[in-house]
């Protein structure tokens, strides 16, 4: 089974601070993804990665930044935290072999900046 | 632009009762897929059922279905005989075709309570 692991469950953080979370899928997953979850909004895409050291912006990447330095692993960065940023987080990778392939996610990380 | 639309916020069955999610979509491909996905309490997103564009017979997983109406651009979940551990937040998703890198658009999602 595919496995998405992210770093924390719960997490909190003060305004202006630099906050990484951590996404690792044991897939061998081309694609990684990162959404946040906001209620009413459904989730949005904020950056995704189809390779090492490859990134493209997703609807919403203001305040976000991300780095692929090895295929496993996938992490969002808020450069500086801010009230606005508090959200559930949602990491996913996936395959790009055949076009029904499902997105695999992780439990998700619910942030709350103060 | 690609879009897709849940307009049901929120719903409620009776246990052992059938319940449809709707699920409309916008886009101008003739290539895409659609996803279901079902989120419990607990946060994680669970896959259920996937349609394609071109596939002729409505896509079945267990008690899930899908009613795939291509003209009317519409893919409503049927959950068959509800259980009390199908209340989740149900998201319906779309993969456009242009796309090589598997990028999902999300609806709002609906919520789904089973009462017993």
């Known amino acids: 089974d595919v496995k998405v692991t992210q770093s924390s469950r719960y997490l909190v953080k003060r305004t202006g601070e630099k906050v990484f979370l951590e996404c690792v899928q044991d897939?061998?997953?081309?694609?990684m993804f990162w959404y946040r979850q906001d209620p009413g909004l459904g989730l949005r895409l904020i950056y995704f990665s189809y390779d090492v050291k490859m990134k493209e912006k997703g609807d919403i990447p203001e305040g976000y930044s991300v780095s692929r330095e090895k295929k496993e692993r996938f992490s969002l960065i808020l450069e500086s935290a801010s009230t606005n940023q508090t959200s559930m987080y949602l990491c996913?990778?996936?395959?790009?072999?055949?076009?029904?392939?499902?997105?695999?996610f992780g439990d998700g990380t619910r942030l709350s900046i103060l | 632009a690609q879009k897709i639309t849940q307009t049901q916020p929120g719903m409620f069955v009776q246990e052992k009762e059938a319940v449809t999610l709707d699920c409309t979509y916008d886009?101008?491909?003739?290539?895409?897929?659609l996803f279901w996905y079902k989120q419990p309490s607990s946060g994680e997103m669970i896959f259920l059922i996937y349609?394609?564009?071109?596939?002729?017979q409505n896509a079945t997983e267990g008690r899930y279905s899908l009613n795939f109406q291509k003209a009317r651009k519409s893919a409503n979940l049927v959950i068959s005989a509800s259980q009390l551990g199908d209340s989740a937040m149900y998201f319906c998703?779309?993969?456009?075709?242009?796309?090589?890198?598997?990028?999902?658009?999300f609806g709002a999602g609906t919520r789904l309570a089973v009462h017993p």
């Open positions: 996913a990778s996936a395959s790009t072999d055949r076009f029904n392939q499902p997105q695999h």
């Open positions: 886009t101008s491909d003739q290539s895409y897929g």
């Open positions: 998703a779309m993969r456009d075709g242009a796309g090589g890198y598997n990028k999902l658009i």
């Open positions: 897939m061998d997953h081309e694609n």
């Open positions: 349609q394609g564009s071109y596939d002729e």
